[in-house]
C-alpha cells in the first residue's frame, strides 16, 4: 500500500453502502482518482464540509495495488465554495454553489480516470478561487467554459471567417451548428451569435486572469450570447446535455 498527500479539488461524491461515501477528486499531479471516505454519510463530524464541489484542498489517500478505489483517510479544506457564498444574498449564494457544482461536473467530465492533467487542476482551482471574490459569477462560467474547451485545442477560431477568409470576426460571429466554427455574418445565420462585444469578451479571457474577467463589467446580453454558444459547443463535445446545464438555468436569480 502506498501513501500519498496531494493538493487536489473535490469533483463529486455519492453513496457508498450504509455509512461511507465515494469521493471523485483532481489531484494537481496524478489525474482523477476515486476514493472511499469511511463514515462520510453517517457522520459529518471527520469531513465536515470538506467534501463539497470543488473545494480544494489536501487529501490524503492510500492507494493498493489492483484496486480502482483508494481509501480516503483525510480532506484539509483550503479553499471552499461555501467561503464564496459569504456576504451574498441568499439567492446569489444558491446561484454561487450550483455553479460551483457545473464547473465540478465539467471537471469530472474533462478529466479522464489516472491521467495527470495539471492545466485543468490549475483552471479549476483559479475559477473556484475566483468565485470567493466579489464580480459576475456568470462571466467566470464563460470564462470557465472558455478555457476548458480552448485547454483541449477545440475553442474556434475568433480572428478570421473560415468560410469566406477574407473577414474578420471582430464585428460579431455566427457559431455553425454541429461544427467547431464561428463564420461571418455575410456567410452564414442559423446558429448561436456573438456580437462584437462577446468576441472582446472572448479576447480579453485569452489573456486576463479569472478575477479580472469577472470583475469587469459584461453585459447580460453578452453572457446569454455566451452561454449558448458555450453549452452547444460543450453539448457537442460531451454529445450530451449535462444536468446541471439545466439545474444552472433553472435557478439563475431573475434580474
Ligand atoms: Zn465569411
Known sequence: MRVY????????????GEADRVVVFLTSDRGKKRGVAKNASKSRRRFGAALEPLTRGRVAYAEREHRD????DRVEPHQTPLNATRGRESDEAAHVLTCAAYFAELLDEWAPEGQPNERLF??????????CHPGSVDALARYFEYWLLRLEGLYPAIDVCPACRRQTLSGGAVLVPGAWHYICDACGHGGPRLSAAAITFLRHAATRTPVEVSSASASPGVLRDLERAHHHLIALHLEKELRST?????LRPSP
Open 69 to 72: 478505489l483508494v481509501r480516503i
Open 5 to 16: 498527500s496531494v493538493d487536489a479539488l473535490i469533483l463529486r461524491t455519492y453513496r457508498y
Open 122 to 131: 490549475r483552471l479549476g482551482s483559479a475559477v473556484g478561487d475566483a468565485l
Open 246 to 250: 439545466r439545474v444552472v438555468k433553472e
